[in-house]
Every structure is written in structure tokens, then in C-alpha cells.
């Protein structure tokens, strides 16, 4: 079955410091995967996503990803957070329904906040 | 509309009440989607809508769950009887075309709170 893996529940990072965001799937066929934001009564955002080709994968807000079919990984990162990097993130996987079309599957989310 | 409508945006009901929980996709997206995100947890597919047709309802937690669509436009999911189990953030999202073409992304509401007291 499909299945997202976010290991990390809560991650601190000082203000500058370069962060990174783990996220393993479970897929048998070629994923499409996305990386969403959720700030605090904000609905989700979707950073970056990857369908093909080039396996780094540049978003909005400075944000990256790189897709690892090795690893099964997709691990989002930023080399500089700023403090409204503040939020909820969530990766998902665009994953077959019974044939009948796809939707995203999403890990449990990573909560990260920022310390000056 | 510019964006995934979904009201109302808060709703607290007594156990045992019906609620209906409404969605406005964005104009001409054909794909429609219904997750619910308890406390603390990740987003939980409930079911997916392609034009008005519904083919797939493996995620809806039991029978006191509906939904419906009409005219490929608003959908209205439906609690009976509710639960305090049910207390969360249902939240819907519309695409232009399914995911499976990988060529689109899903866009969220903000969701609607539901606390069952």
C-alpha cells in the first residue's frame, strides 16, 4: 500500500541555520511527490513537487527538494530558515485509487519552529 | 471563485446531530477531494470526485459518512449521527485534471473545524 514516512515530529532550527526535512514514501510505481506547507489558519500551500526528470526540484520560498528512487526518499531543505519559515509541513505521494484516478496520500507532518 | 471555498469554517455540534460540511472547487476544475486532518495528525483521504462521479470511497470512515457533487461544481459532505471521533478539520481541495497525469497540483481550502461536543 501507499504510504509517506515523515520520522521527524517536531524540529527546532536557529534563524539562518540550514534545515532539512526527511520524508521516505512507499510506491511501486514512479511517484509523484509533493512537499505542502501549512501555516497557522492558513489552508496548505504546496512548495515544490516532482513528476519527472531532474531530481532536484527548486520551489517556492527558497525551498528544494531531492528525489533519492534509491532511498525512497524525498527530503526537503533550505539553506537559510527565516523565521515565518515557522509551520507545518507535510510530503505526499500522488498515488493510484482502484484505477479510478489519483490523490495525494500525505505523511503526518513535521512541525518545525525557529529560534532567534 | 480565485480559490477552494469551503464553508462554514467552524461548526460545533451536539453528538448525535447530522452536520454538512460544503465545498466550492475552483471554476472548471474536475477532480475534487475531501480529506480530514485530526489533531495533531496528517491529512486522511476520505474520497475523491472526477466530474460528479465518486470512484472511489474507500476512505470514508464508516456509513454515517457521505458525500455528494453536482453539477461538477459544489460538493457537500455529510455526517450522521456524529461522534466526538469525528471532531476535526475537514478540508477539500479541486485540480484541473486528476493527479495520475502528474501535469497539475491540488488546491486546498482552509477547511472547515468540526468540534462534536
Known amino acids: 500500500a501507499q504510504s509517506v514516512t515523515q520520522p521527524d515530529i517536531h524540529i527546532t532550527v536557529s534563524e539562518g541555520a540550514s534545515l532539512e526535512l526527511r520524508c521516505n514514501y512507499s510506491?511501486?510505481?514512479?511517484?509523484?511527490l509533493f512537499w505542502y506547507v501549512q501555516s497557522p489558519g492558513q489552508g496548505l500551500q504546496l512548495l515544490l513537487k516532482?513528476?519527472?526528470?531532474?531530481?532536484l526540484v527548486q520551489g517556492i520560498k527558497g525551498f528544494e527538494a531531492e528525489f533519492k528512487r534509491s532511498q525512497s526518499s524525498f527530503n526537503l531543505r533550505k539553506p537559510s530558515v527565516h523565521w515565518s519559515d515557522a509551520a507545518e509541513y507535510f510530503c505526499?505521494?500522488?498515488?493510484?485509487?482502484?484505477?479510478?484516478?489519483?490523490?495525494?496520500?500525505f505523511g503526518k507532518g513535521t512541525t518545525l519552529s525557529v529560534s532567534s | 471563485g480565485a480559490g477552494v471555498s469551503q464553508s462554514p469554517s467552524n461548526k460545533v455540534t451536539e453528538k448525535g446531530k447530522d452536520v454538512e460540511l460544503r465545498c466550492d472547487p475552483i471554476s472548471g476544475h474536475t477532480a475534487l477531494y475531501w480529506y480530514r486532518q485530526r489533531l495533531g495528525q496528517g491529512l486522511e483521504f476520505l474520497i475523491y470526485f472526477q466530474g460528479n462521479s465518486a470512484p472511489d470511497k474507500s476512505g470514508l470512515p464508516s456509513d454515517r459518512f457521505s458525500a455528494e457533487r453536482t453539477g461538477e461544481s459544489v460538493s457537500t459532505l455529510t455526517i450522521q449521527r456524529t461522534q466526538q471521533e469525528d471532531s476535526a478539520v475537514y478540508l477539500c481541495a479541486s485540480s484541473s485534471q486528476p493527479l495520475r497525469t502528474g501535469l497539475t497540483e491540488a488546491f486546498f481550502g482552509q477547511g472547515t473545524r468540526l468540534t462534536v461536543v
Open positions: 516532482y513528476f519527472s526528470g531532474d531530481t
Open positions: 510506491y511501486g510505481a514512479t511517484p509523484y
Open positions: 505526499a505521494v500522488g498515488a493510484r485509487l482502484n484505477q479510478a484516478g489519483t490523490a495525494l496520500i
